[in-house]
């Protein structure tokens, strides 16, 4: 498929044929300082992929399934990731990163009985942190159709060389616009839909689960007029469980145990952390653990963490 980057390429404006012929080598070197994920690295044009002779495939695959925009003319300067073969499509699907000249495109799934996700996109601003930029990536990426394939130091790796192809880019491209200053919502449904949470959050003001809020109120022990804000529940027929907060507190309970609390005021002066095997959120003072869901993903669980520290601090309501 070098054919066809070729063509794009050379469909191209001049000045932006240059843009290109800048970035590409200095991106190239950024990976070959990487090379314990070299497997894993591919570059547009790659004839000499330590591994895979079809290299410039895999990375013209990625640059269409990650939708780059071609209509303005983006860039593709490195792909991170493999491909996966789709047990419904039989059909290869890019699992990874893309690096353009205007962001990150992170794909984290794929076809199974209902459609992947689409890529999650990370674009460039003027005086943009990388660091926070990665973080974001870090927080929000799913390693689940990964797991098999990469290794926690293999993934380090990855997000360290994202980071480094970012600077580069951010280093040597002048023209990306401020970043918008964007207004969050200050109310609890509406900003739990901009975290991608509505569909794991229940509200008690739905008729649909009348009866399982009333089951919460009494497994896990919720004091009278001490109104729901917003749920993360589920239950079995050992009943509900997972995590409320309410006006005052945030509750929790896991199956066949003891409901847990933590008033919300301690969460404004304590740190909002996950254990260290992801399972429950560690609030307040004493570090109290938190049931959750275990079906909420990556990107979810960074928008209960988020949406938790907002409420706490009064900034949703």
Known sequence: MTDQLDSYLSGLPEHRQQVFATLRPTVAERAAASPDIANFVFLPGQTDHPTFSDATDVFWLATEQLSIDTAAGELPLLFIGAHSMSVFTRKRESLGFMVTDRRIIAQADVSGISRAKPPVDYPFYRGE??????????????????????????????????????????????????????????????????????????????????????????????????????????????????????????HSKDLMETPETTPLAELRDGVIRFSDDGKSLLLGADDTAHTFPAHLDAAQKNGLLVILGEIAAGEVA
Request: charged fraction near 25%.
């Open 129 to 250: 942190s990388v660091t926070e930029l990665i973080e974001a990536v870090r927080g929000d990426y799913d390693w689940t159709h990964s797991k098999s394939l990469v290794t926690v130091s293999d993934r380090e790796q990855f997000l360290r060389l994202l980071g480094d192809a970012a600077a580069s880019v951010l280093d040597l491209v002048s023209d990306f616009p401020e970043r918008p200053v964007v207004v969050r919502a200050t109310d609890v449904r509406s900003r739990a839909h901009e975290l991608g949470l509505s569909d794991v959050a229940r509200y008690p003001d739905n008729p649909k689960f009348a009866k399982h809020f009333a089951k919460v109120a009494k497994g896990f022990a919720l004091p009278a007029g001490d109104t729901v804000r917003i749920a993360f529940t589920d239950a079995t027929f050992a009943g509900p469980y997972g995590l409320v907060v309410t006006e005052t507190a945030v």
